[in-house]
């Protein structure tokens, strides 16, 4: 499957205000979970952009700093994303299981949950520091009713994408799921 991509730092922050501040400078976006407490959370909110000086990003990046090769699946311009941080299959390589997520996952992921209205994977190239993710999947919706009430198309979907998702990632280690919020500067 042939998907556009480019090369981004993704910043996990630990603090909305400093991720949004990040975004600005750097002209990217950033997924900002507003939950009044997210200390289960992997981290607050996620920066995505790109920039030539790595020192404007780490200074953010307190829980984590990642280059990620960024792949729209499906392009739009979404209000609320399921942010799924993803560790692989401990039986598989990063390659083998980012492959299967491209590939098989990401057709799978647009046949079952019809009000997505965008869907992008961010592969992890390199991990500067944090915790070893491997992906994050960012899927957006047009509001949180749809992306809480409808996630699925159909009855069985859960079932579908949940057998699917443990093919190639690690879902006892996997964090949970962050509602996040974009604000794309």
């Known amino acids: ?17 400093r991720a949004r501040a990040l975004a ?3 002209q990217g976006t950033v997924y900002a979970d507003l939950r009044p ?14 920039c030539e000086d790595l020192s404007e990003v780490s200074t953010y990046a307190d829980l984590g700093l990642y280059l990620v090769c960024e792949r729209t699946i499906k392009a739009g311009c979404a209000n609320v994303f399921g942010l ?21 996952h990401g057709p799978l992921a647009l046949e079952q949950h019809a009000y997505m209205t965008e869907y992008l994977q961010l592969s992890v190239v390199e991990t500067r ?22 996630f699925f198309s159909e009855p069985n ?12 990632a690690d879902t006892q280690r996997s964090p949970r799921r962050l509602i996040a919020v974009p604000t794309r500067f």
């Not at 407490?37 to 790109?50: E, H, I, Q, R, V």
């Open 1 to 17: 499957m042939q998907t556009p991509s480019r090369l981004l730092w993704a910043a996990a922050c630990s603090d909305v205000s």
């Open 37 to 50: 407490d997210p200390s289960k959370l992997p981290f607050a909110a996620l920066t995505t952009g790109a």
């Open 129 to 150: 520091h944090g915790p070893n993710f491997d992906g994050f999947a960012l899927c957006g919706f047009d509001n949180e009713v749809d992306l809480r009430e409808r």
């Open 84 to 104: 799924f941080p993803m560790i692989a299959h401990p039986e598989l390589t990063h390659r083998a299981a980012d492959d299967h997520w491209r590939d098989k």
């Open 24 to 26: 600005e400078q750097i």
């Open 157 to 168: 979907g859960a079932q579908i994408i949940a057998a699917d998702v443990a093919k190639f």
